[in-house]
């Protein structure tokens, strides 16, 4: 994100450029896209499983209660969808297919930073839980974020070196000096506060000579941004002698950087610098370029959009970015999160992006096996009010129902034309979409994910539609899924319920016993090392992942037909790759359970839910492999009893007994409010 280099060379003369700050008792400002990034690759997670996002909601929390104790008021700003003009596809390109690299070193025990696929909603669902205030943006966020800091004079906290160029009035915190562990006391009283520094643009234009600060968005754009990449950039770069100042051990790191801005600190302001600049390229080209570096430019000038209306009001406009002739309940959704930002693209560019995870870079990407699922979504997006302007669609009509999709293919990217469904009439009409009885909604929901309601009567609300995408996965995983991946996947499903228990503020929640055990033993899976990652487990797992995003996509386009599931503690990977690898040698899933009898209750209604899709040849692979080590098996843990799940009686799993059956009621409050089904 941001201008290359800038970061490490404003870090690299901290003491020059920064200030340092006790940051308490104020508003603040989180670039939230920035957060999650930086709390997920700094917390020292395993990113090779496909996420523990057990893990990351723990730090997630804990970041916040820093923040609350030093009485510091977070307000989160996300990005929303791609610009409509799509001035930055070719960065999202350049970033798609690096992070294919980086995933690419992950699979094969390397170094690499790749977001697990869900990060970005069990970070949402924190945050609605702890009740921070939080918008997505309907396009990229940093300006919007400028002008909200600036209306209520309060920092900025962010990791893109953009906020070194944008004219905020309490400064620019970056993350990496954002010591939020390291909570101190004021002295002599109890007030705490977080050290961090400050970024100083005085400072920066000072050290160059009290360089006019109008130039640094002119300096950002000549550097290198996510906005501009011209050819001819370089070309103006290679013909003019940059002076780099004073000799730096760290010169050669930060040329360009030092280069530019030492040069342009000769000039009075900007049209005098862009002159300069134009008189050094082909008399042809000057005028397009200029237009496209004053565009450039512009992106540093503050948002005209009122994010502090949506604060107040729960609504806002962006006149900068797009305003959209949509239903409002979409545009409401999409400000709330409700909505992501896979929708918003889909509806303004018809282009979508379809991320990497840590996969088997050999296998076609797990993203096809949810291709049905998003064709079900593009279907009834296609008849969404048709948006002037829009270069991605042109000003045909009708528009034919295709959808572009950047994917994976090898260890490249390609993009796809995909087809969407045609829907019936009563579902075509978007703006009318909620107004559909609760049954149309949850019958195509049910039927897009093939299985039937009463598959899922006896699972408990929370899990059905986890277990109903499960459901989908077995049927239609092009890596085959076996028994135990099956089994490691439902057990890992238990860990939410059972913390909920063991966390409980009721008085008549239990302690200790059977839960706690269980809990501590499953813990143990987790934490113990793998001898290494199993490409074709990693990619079954993706595969799965898939189809819940896109189920869980599905399902908030339809306003929740089912209740939407915490995803927070719903997949941990290193956990289910754990259970894979025991589950593939010695233990069997009652060996693991017997300690737990509510929780083998549970695991029961979840296996027979999937095993009633499932193909027959997931219950015979194990038992045709796996002779002689049935006969070394004890009593009590035979693989046949495996293959079945637990054979308990599950009498008394809705007589209010069962200590489980309060936990799966709950909802994310109003982000994610749904009806009890019909």
């Not at 512009?298 to 406009?317: C, M, T, V």
């Not at 693209?345 to 998003?374: C, G, K, Y």
Request: net charge neutral; glycine share 6%; aromatic share 8%.
């Amino acid at each position: 994100m941001g201008i290359r280099g800038l970061m490490s060379f404003v870090e690299d003369h901290s003491n020059e450029f920064f200030t340092d700050l006790k940051l308490r008792d104020t508003k603040i400002i989180i670039d939230g896209y920035a957060l999650f990034h930086r709390l997920c690759f700094s917390s020292n997670l395993e990113l090779r499983y496909g996420g523990d996002y057990d893990s990351f909601t723990d730090v997630v929390q804990k970041f916040f209660e820093s923040l609350f104790a030093c009485k510091i008021c977070p307000y989160v700003v996300l990005d929303g969808g791609c610009d409509i003009s799509d001035k930055k596809l070719n960065t999202l390109k350049d970033r798609a297919r690096e992070k294919i690299q980086m995933a690419h070193s992950l699979s094969a025990g390397g170094a690499g930073y790749v977001c697990p696929l869900l990060i970005r909603e069990v970070f949402i669902q924190v945050l609605v839980k702890l009740q921070v205030c939080f918008v997505q943006c309907f396009s990229e966020a940093d300006r919007d974020i400028m002008a909200l800091a600036n209306h209520w004079n309060c920092p900025v906290l962010s990791s893109d070196s953009d906020f070194c160029i944008f004219d905020l009035k309490s400064g620019f915190c970056p993350l990496s000096s954002f010591q939020w562990r390291n909570v101190n006391t004021v002295k002599g009283t109890r007030d705490c506060y977080i050290p961090a520094k400050c970024f100083s643009r005085d400072a920066l234009c000072c050290h160059f000579g009290n360089m006019n600060k109008a130039l640094l968005p002119l300096f950002a754009v000549l550097c290198g941004n996510d906005h501009i990449n011209l050819p001819v950039v370089e070309t103006f770069l290679s013909k003019v002698r940059l002076p780099l100042g004073a000799p730096s051990p760290k010169g050669r790191r930060h040329h360009r950087v030092l280069g530019l801005l030492n040069w342009l600190s000769r000039f009075a302001d900007p049209t005098e610098a862009l002159d300069s600049v134009l008189k050094h390229l082909p008399q042809k080209s000057r005028g397009t370029v200029k237009e496209l570096l004053c565009g450039s430019m512009e992106e540093y000038l503050q948002s005209q959009g009122r994010l502090q209306d949506f604060f107040q009001r729960g609504a806002y406009a962006c006149p900068d970015t797009w305003n959209p002739d949509l239903p409002p309940w979409v545009l409401a959704a999409l400000a709330r999160g409700q909505l992501s930002p896979f929708i918003s693209d889909a509806l303004v560019l018809r282009r979508t992006i379809l991320h990497t995870q840590v996969e088997n870079m050999q296998r076609p990407n797990a993203h096809r096996i949810s291709l049905p699922i998003r064709q079900v979504i593009y279907g009834l997006l296609v008849n969404a009010p048709p948006q002037p302007g829009n270069v991605a669609w042109g000003a045909l009509p009708p528009r034919p129902p295709a959808y572009s999709e950047v994917e994976r293919i090898n260890k490249n990217i390609k993009t796809s034309i995909v087809h969407a469904v045609e829907l019936p009439r009563d579902h075509s009409d978007l703006s009318s979409l909620t107004e559909l009885s609760l049954a149309r909604r949850q019958t195509l929901l049910l039927e897009t994910l093939q299985v039937k309601q009463s598959t899922l009567d006896p699972v408990p609300a929370a899990l059905k539609l986890p277990v109903a995408v499960s459901c989908y996965w077995l049927q239609h995983a092009e890596a085959t899924a076996e028994l135990h991946h099956l089994q490691a996947l439902l057990l890992g499903m238990l860990m939410g319920p059972l913390h909920a228990m063991m966390h409980s503020p009721s008085e008549a929640a239990p302690r200790g016993g059977g839960i706690e055990m269980l809990y501590k033993e499953l813990q143990s899976v987790k934490a113990q090392p793998g001898p290494g990652l199993d490409l074709d487990t990693a990619h079954v797992f993706c595969q799965w992942q898939c189809c819940l995003q896109m189920g869980l996509y599905l399902n908030q386009l339809l306003s929740t037909p089912l209740p939407e599931p915490d995803l927070t503690r719903l997949y941990s990977g290193s956990l289910v790759h754990g259970l894979c690898r025991r589950l593939r040698t010695s233990a069997s899933v009652e060996s693991l359970l017997h300690m737990c009898p509510e929780a083998q209750q549970l695991y029961e209604h979840l296996f027979n839910a999937t095993r009633s899709c499932a193909p027959a040849e997931l219950f015979l692979a194990k038992g045709k492999s796996s002779s002689k080590k049935r006969k070394q098996k004890k009593p009590g843990t035979s693989w046949s009893e495996n293959r079945v799940g637990t054979t308990l009686n599950t009498r008394g799993w809705h007589e209010g007994s069962n200590r489980f059956e309060l936990l799966m009621v709950g909802t994310l409050e109003e982000h994610t409010e749904a009806p009890e089904l019909e």
